[in-house]
């Protein structure tokens, strides 16, 4: 079993959807949680960061941690057709520095 | 904007040949990183360096090496490219307090 559980997807939704990305973990240990977004042929850019649970909006994204579940999510509401791409989720240990761990990613396409 | 740039976007090469990704950061940042991306197995951590000179293997360092002798600079060489190693290499940058900028990827095909 992966650390790490993501579905690749790919999650094809329309225009201004309200789009729910998740990820589940095995190790209680992480407490850094962030979510990147990966554009076709390019590098991921990271979009959320948290630091162990609650929630955190920027915009029209909201990542949420849920570590009682090991379960974290990211909300895109009024989806947009440029929101397509695959979306990465990414943890760390606290005291891990230089080691994330990767979700496989979910391939998000918004139909316009 | 921190500017992590890899040399090739795509790049073919014959099996056996030794082949050389370099990556160039902007921002004098002491982490950097070598990354594979395959399909459904996400990112996998082949080696990152710390320091000048510094490395630490990854989770898959076999048939890879890299180098560093400038901070801004970091290396990922294959000594024998082998069809498996055909896939995405992302390149990496950071500092203890923020979290990893990457480049735009190399798409290596050994054929």
């Known amino acids: 079993q992966k650390e790490v559980e993501q579905d690749p997807g790919p999650l094809s939704v329309p225009e201004g959807a309200i789009v729910s990305l998740n990820c589940t973990y095995s190790n209680s240990a992480f407490q850094y949680f962030m979510w990147y977004r990966q554009y076709s042929r390019k590098g991921p850019e990271l979009l959320m960061y948290?630091?162990s649970s609650g929630n955190k909006e920027d915009g029209r994204f909201t990542a949420q941690v849920d570590k009682s579940s090991k379960y974290i999510s990211l909300f895109i509401r009024d989806s947009q057709p440029s929101d397509s791409a695959t979306y990465l989720c990414a943890m760390r240990e606290p005291d891990s520095n230089y080691q994330l761990i990767w979700g496989a990613g979910t391939k998000l396409i918004i139909k316009p | 904007d921190v500017k992590v740039t890899q040399s090739s976007r795509y790049l073919v090469k014959r099996t056996g040949e030794k082949v050389f990704l370099e990556c160039v950061q902007d921002?004098?940042?002491?982490?950097m990183f070598w990354y594979r991306q395959d399909p459904g197995l996400g990112l996998r951590l082949i080696y990152f360096s710390y320091d000048v000179k510094m490395k630490e293997k990854g989770d898959i360092p076999e048939g890879y090496s890299v180098s560093r002798e400038k901070k801004e600079r970091f290396s990922l060489i294959l000594e024998s490219a082998s069809t498996n190693q055909t896939s995405m290499y992302l390149c990496a940058s950071k500092i203890a307090s923020t979290e990893a900028f990457f480049g735009q990827g190399t798409r290596l095909t050994v054929v």
């Open positions: 948290t630091y």
């Open positions: 921002m004098d940042h002491e982490n």
